[in-house]
């Protein structure tokens, strides 16, 4: 007589003389494990979306824990400080492996899983750093760093799009289908694997990179954050993966903080991508509380880790990890863990501004784009600060829209030559009843022989008349000339600015006193 065990359309036969030989059966969950003295281990698999794992546990002394990460740039900013951070905790005994890929979804990862296209950073137990750390190195496939090592943890990352707008059909697929590699890359030794949600785009744009904020959210922080929880949710209760952290709610909350009053990018280095300093501290900081303390013992708060570098520069935003910032980050990590799905709140919130408001609108933080602009306006919504206004902005192209976010100069380039935007007109939505005493638009001329005239009006009358603006030289070609309209004191009504070109222009900062009542 012959035995034969079936489970979802894959079977193994099992004789007598098998079971008397040892043969023993274990339900692993997601698979049977048969094994028997002398022979092959053989494993009948199935596609349970249920995890199985227990949760994450101190590991043996003398052992090493092994961690794979997958993922693009924001799973390299979430693990960038951790060896440098266990090195100055005197732990020794882990070793990490990054798969990377700028940009990539996991399914673009599982697409090419077989295939050299990724960066392999590379972390050895007891080393001062990363030994390989190297994005533009793309000679490694993630087949073969997953048979590099028997790991005890995977965490994957999946892009911010798809993070934004949920699965396809085909990525649920291919994430379901690289989880089950990796569970049978090593039957015996399953590991845990971890899902974790990565960080909002910046409130503040900068150049392209983080325009997906306004492309799908209106510029609604906020509406992105819920969005990417929704696809955690999903992730977790429909596949099987076994935990899951989120680091867009640890930088959510760090950027409540007073770390974040007067960040030029909303705790990021360049809209996208994490602060060089404390907002990647922060998210190591999750990382380290929630995969390695089970395993190590150690706790978060043993860390007195430092990290110097400053730099407030768009693209290069920096902000060191020291005594004052390091237990701000470390509170934000640990909000995360205890509160997932919320965010929690660090400062206090200021109160509604009142008297006289001071206030300013940097435009290269916010996206124009005039191409396709329902009924011609394109619209902007609560911006500028200290209390956000929305805007209505609108243009007539000579050819073709022009429009260059030049974040590097803090301005924008309105207009090229043939292709000038001719008017150009910004009017506000909600100062309706505000006392408007100055207005202020920083600007300067593209080309000598065709200069830019700016007018501003006020509740529908014209404070400033149109006026000629100086063209832009290296000396003020990150602030360009000031114009003002100067309004009274009893002014009121939405604020309207037209400049009127036949070139090109640049537009630096708008400046409004107003008395809030």
Not at 349 to 376: F, H, M, Q, R, T
Not at 470 to 482: D, L
């Amino acid at each position: 007589m012959t035995i034969t065990l079936l489970r979802d359309g894959e079977f193994i036969e099992v004789s007598p003389e098998d079971l008397k030989s040892g043969l023993k059966v274990e339900d692993k969950g997601r698979y049977f494990l048969f094994s028997m003295p002398g022979k092959d281990d053989v494993v009948l698999g199935s596609d349970i979306t249920m995890p199985y794992n227990p949760p994450l546990r101190r590991i043996e002394a003398g052992g090493t824990l092994d961690i794979l990460c997958i993922g693009n740039s924001l799973t390299a900013d979430a693990v960038e400080h951790l060896p440098r951070m266990l090195k100055g905790m005197g732990i020794g005994n882990v070793n990490i492996d990054v798969i990377y890929h700028g940009g990539w979804s996991l399914l673009n990862h599982w697409n090419n899983f077989r295939n050299t296209k990724c960066s392999r950073y590379v972390y050895e137990a007891g080393n001062d750093d990363w030994t390989e750390f190297n994005p533009n190195l793309l000679d490694d496939c993630g087949a073969d760093v997953l048979a590099l090592r028997e790991y005890d943890v995977v965490t994957l990352q999946d892009d911010t799009r798809t993070n934004c707008s949920g699965w396809s059909e085909e990525g649920r697929t291919a994430f379901l289908e690289m989880v089950d590699c990796i569970q049978h890359a090593r039957p015996a030794h399953r590991p845990s694997i971890v899902y974790f949600a990565p960080h909002c785009p910046a409130a503040k744009l900068y150049t392209t990179h983080n325009t997906i904020l306004w492309e799908l959210f209106d510029g609604d922080q906020g509406k992105c954050f819920e969005a990417f929880l929704a696809q955690m949710r999903e992730v977790t209760s429909r596949t099987p993966v076994d935990l899951f952290f989120s680091n867009a709610t640890a930088v959510q909350n760090l950027r409540t903080s007073e770390l974040n009053e007067n960040h030029p990018l909303d705790l990021s280095r360049d809209g996208t991508h994490s602060d060089y300093g404390v907002t990647r501290f922060c998210e190591s900081a999750l990382f380290f509380q929630y995969v390695l303390k089970p395993f190590l013992g150690a706790d978060i708060s043993e860390c007195r880790y430092a990290f110097g570098k400053s730099d407030d520069t768009p693209g290069k935003c920096s902000t060191p990890v020291d005594d004052r910032t390091r237990p701000i980050a470390v509170e934000a990590a640990l909000n995360a863990l205890k509160t997932p799905f919320e965010v929690t709140r660090m400062s206090e919130e200021k109160p509604p501004v009142e008297g006289l408001v001071n206030y300013v609108l940097k435009l290269c933080d916010y996206p124009i784009s005039l191409e396709d602009a329902p009924g011609g306006v394109c619209t902007i919504k609560k911006a500028g600060a200290p209390a956000g206004i929305d805007w209505e902005v609108s243009g007539e192209a000579h050819d073709k829209f022009v429009i260059l976010n030049g974040s590097a100069n803090g301005r924008y380039k309105i207009g090229a030559n043939a292709d000038y935007v001719d008017p150009f007109v910004m009017k506000t939505s909600g100062l309706a009843g505000k006392k408007i005493s100055k207005v202020s638009v920083w600007m300067s001329s593209g080309v000598k022989e065709k200069p830019s005239r700016v007018s501003v009006s006020v509740g529908g009358r014209e404070y400033l008349p149109p006026t000629e603006a100086a063209v832009s030289t290296t000396a003020v070609k990150n602030t360009g000339f000031e114009y003002s309209a100067d309004c009274g004191s009893s002014t009121e009504g939405e604020v309207e600015i037209t400049i009127r070109s036949t070139a090109a222009f640049y537009i630096y900062k708008i400046y409004i006193d107003y008395e809030q009542e």
